[in-house]
């Protein structure tokens, strides 16, 4: 008996000290005993654009939202999400109840430019760097551009190769297509007209260089839906 009463006191004192030191328990939807809905998983907005998101099953329970980066898109206090910048970002809701704990869903948001016929841009190319330009038309049709390459670099191993090209459907990868022009120490400007994917510039200058771009739609009735940069390392 004594032993028995040994134990027992043990396992008080076990439940007692876990219950005092324990932290406040964050329950699941399933556990708190409700379940809400959000109709809006992922939601793609252009910059400036808005959309309420559309929330049920959620009767008596508070909402909290919240933007991971506020500077791509934002959100009201209600819910309403409204795009800012080009980007990608996360929407937090937190639904809570009294005495249930809270439970946080998430809405990816990709925030989109609006159309557009004109874009310029000044980058730093590394040295044996390939910049590449992807142009995508509104409409989804082959869009004809011209894009302006400009640097006012001084040196005299100055060398920028211009090609374009499309994107193998099975592979992902650039295919080349043709050898659009160069720069170098003698031209520092070229001006050039494409409908392929993909434009890119290869440094091989033995240092980086600054050059401005600019691409514009050859036929103004046509707009791009936006133009994505990356680089990868000359492997040749």
């Known amino acids: 008996m004594k032993i028995h009463r040994k134990v027992i006191a043990v396992l008080l004192l076990a439940v007692l000290f876990f219950g005092l030191v324990s932290p406040a328990t964050t329950y699941t939807a399933e556990a708190a005993g409700y379940y809400p809905r959000i109709k809006e998983k992922n939601l ?11 929330i049920t099953n959620a009767d008596g329970l508070k909402k909290k939202f919240k933007s991971k980066d506020k500077t791509i898109a934002k959100v009201s206090k209600t819910g309403k999400i409204t795009g800012v910048k080009k980007g990608e970002t996360d929407i937090v809701i937190t639904f809570s ?22 874009l310029t841009k000044t980058v730093t190319i590394e040295n044996l760097t390939q910049y590449r330009i992807w142009v995508k038309s509104a409409d989804k049709k082959k869009l004809p551009y011209n894009i302006v390459i400009s640097t006012e670099s001084e040196s005299e191993n100055l ?12 592979s992902g990868g650039v295919v080349f297509v043709g050898d659009l022009a160069q720069i170098d120490s003698s031209q520092k400007e070229v ?5 392929k994917e993909v434009v890119w510039i290869n440094n091989r200058s033995g240092a980086p260089v600054e050059v401005t771009i600019t691409i514009s739609t050859a036929d103004a009735k046509r707009k791009m839906k936006d133009v994505d940069f990356d680089e990868a390392k000359l492997t040749h």
């Not at 793609?44 to 559309?54: A, D, F, N, P, W």
């Not at 109840?97 to 004109?118: C, L």
């Open 44 to 54: 793609t907005l252009q910059v400036g654009k808005s959309k309420k998101l559309t």
């Open 97 to 118: 109840a009294p005495k249930k704990g809270s439970y946080d869903a998430e809405v990816h948001v990709k925030v989109e430019p609006k159309p557009f016929t004109s």
């Open 159 to 170: 060398n920028l190769e211009i090609y374009d090209g499309n994107v193998n459907k099975k």
């Open 191 to 195: 001006e050039i007209t494409s409908s």
